[in-house]
Structures are given as C-alpha cells and as structure tokens.
C-alpha cells in the first residue's frame, strides 16, 4: 500500500521559515519526480515546486529564491525548506510522487503566514 506522509506544516510570522517533509512508503517502480503543490479552498492546485531523480528543479515563480526542495533518494523522501514566508503562502500543500505511470498524493498539511 502506498503512503506518502507528510510533516512540517503549521502557523509561522511573516518573514519566518518552515520545513516540510514527505516521506513516500509501498512504490514499487522508481520515483521520478518528487514535487509540493498548494491549493486554497475553491481554488485549483498548482505546483509550487519539483525534484526529479537526478536532482533538476523547477520552481513557481512566486517561490523562486525563497524556497529550496530537496530529496534524499534512499530514504524516498523529499524536502521543502520555505524561507522568507508572506502571508499569500497560506496554503495547504500537498506531496506529489510520480512513479512510472503512477501519481501519488499526501493527504496534505496546512501552511498558515500571519502578517
């Protein structure tokens, strides 16, 4: 059974930083691209940033240079370190883990910026 489990959300200033994490469980085949997307209520879902398995990222130009993603391959796991948060980061933000054909969700963790 495949499980993405996600860590690291939670309530932070203006200005603050957090670190989320994503650790993925039962993907037989290999992950290609590890990513975080963010979706508001009533809102679509939109990529905030990726990793593929050679290291390459890609970043929504609303985060470039304050975030940074991550992975640590043997641990099948990625990393997003959010520096420098504003309060229209305030989001819930949702792992995505591509394996072959496969696309795979967390069930999400809130991002909470207060001004």
């Known amino acids: 059974q495949v499980q993405l489990v996600e860590s690291g959300g939670g309530l932070v200033q203006a200005g603050g930083s957090l670190k989320l994490s994503c650790a993925a469980s039962?993907?037989?085949?290999?992950?290609?691209?590890m990513g975080w997307y963010r979706q508001a209520p009533g809102k679509q879902r939109e990529l905030v940033a990726n990793i593929g398995s050679g290291g390459s990222t890609n970043y929504a130009d609303s985060v470039k240079g304050r975030f940074t993603i991550s992975r640590d391959n043997a641990k099948n796991t990625v990393y997003m370190r959010m520096n420098s948060l504003k309060p229209e980061d305030t989001d819930g933000y949702y792992c995505?883990?591509?394996?072959?054909?496969?696309?795979?969700w967390g069930q999400g963790t809130q991002v909470t910026v207060a001004s």
């Open positions: 995505n883990v591509k394996s072959g054909w496969a696309s795979y």
């Open positions: 039962g993907i037989i085949f290999s992950i290609n691209v």
